[in-house]
């Protein structure tokens, strides 16, 4: 049979595509997802009317960027430079693809893994766009005693999205576990069980709503500093944080076609199979996200 490439790359995009326009969604489905307008690696000219047909959110992002109405003028060029994969080990590529369920299996593990990845990238770039010009955005939790997300935090990233005019709709909150658990004890808090969502779309790690955001747990959070920023050197990033954000605050792209490689393995009688797609990923209106974290600095 020799190597086929396109049996391990099409078996992710099938996972990854009947996952995504079933009922469960991706983080990416929670900002705005350009895969559909990526030609080659990049998508030219993001153009605003264009982003989201909502008529009320487009006219806030043609605020944010102070475009006209009548304007035709484009944010930026979203680049498709950077790799999301999944790499593999293969002792046999004829006998593994001629396995229907070697390869479903592989298939789905490197789904989840391109899932995962691009979920962690999205939310680091989240935290990372909070404006150093407007620190009102990057604020301790109100509960410095016991450290937990309390409806008094939900309410405060509430006033400050609706002070800049971020639209009302598709608004969310990302927490890790430990801030999900506390979200049990706040009152207007409507978990899984009783808020489906409206659309019967469930995201990813949804855990409920309160106040206008829906909640999606991801146990790989980010941590940030006493600051409340991603550091560079790791071992600072101890502190929980709660990424609220509304869907204009930044986009991204898969490549539309997953692309793979192979290489012999330099220690084993293996190849290495290395399924990944192109992924590029932008702010837009920045003013849109607010993150609220838990700072030692607070135990004074």
């Not at 106040?211 to 980010?222: E, K, N």
């Not at 012999?264 to 399924?275: E, G, R």
């Amino acid at each position: 049979m020799g190597y086929n490439p396109q049996i391990w790359s099409n078996k992710t995009l099938q996972q990854m595509i009947r996952e995504r326009l079933g009922n469960q969604k991706w983080l990416i489905d929670t900002i705005v997802d350009l895969t559909k307008r990526a030609q080659g690696n990049k998508v030219e000219s993001i153009n605003i009317p264009q982003l989201i047909p909502n008529s009320a959110q487009t006219k806030a992002l043609k605020a944010e960027f102070d475009i006209p109405d009548d304007s035709g003028k484009s944010v930026s060029t979203l680049n498709l430079n950077l790799q999301i994969g999944y790499l593999f080990n293969v002792y046999d590529i004829d006998k593994a693809q001629s396995d229907i369920a070697e390869t479903n299996e592989q298939g789905l593990n490197a789904k989840d893994a391109i899932r995962d990845e691009s979920n962690l990238r999205i939310m680091n770039l989240l935290v990372n766009s909070v404006p150093v010009s407007a620190p009102v955005h990057l604020v301790p939790i109100a509960d410095t005693t016991n450290k937990k997300l309390t409806e008094e935090d939900i309410q405060a990233a509430k006033v400050a999205l609706d002070k800049q005019k971020a639209p009302q709709k598709d608004r969310f909150c990302i927490v890790s576990p430990e801030y999900a658990n506390d979200l049990t004890s706040i009152s207007n808090f409507s978990d899984v069980s009783k808020n489906p969502n409206a659309k019967g779309v469930i995201y990813d790690g949804y855990v409920g709503h309160a106040h206008g955001f829906d909640f999606i747990m991801q146990a790989d959070c980010p941590l940030v500093d006493d600051d409340g920023t991603i550091s560079e050197t790791a071992e600072n990033n101890t502190n929980k944080c709660a990424i609220f954000y509304q869907k204009l605050a930044a986009c991204a792209a898969f490549q539309k076609k997953f692309s793979q490689k192979t290489q012999p393995s330099a220690t084993k009688v293996n190849d290495i199979i290395n399924v990944w797609s192109a992924w590029g990923e932008l702010k837009l209106a920045d003013k849109y996200i607010y993150v609220k974290y838990d700072s030692t600095d607070n135990d004074a």
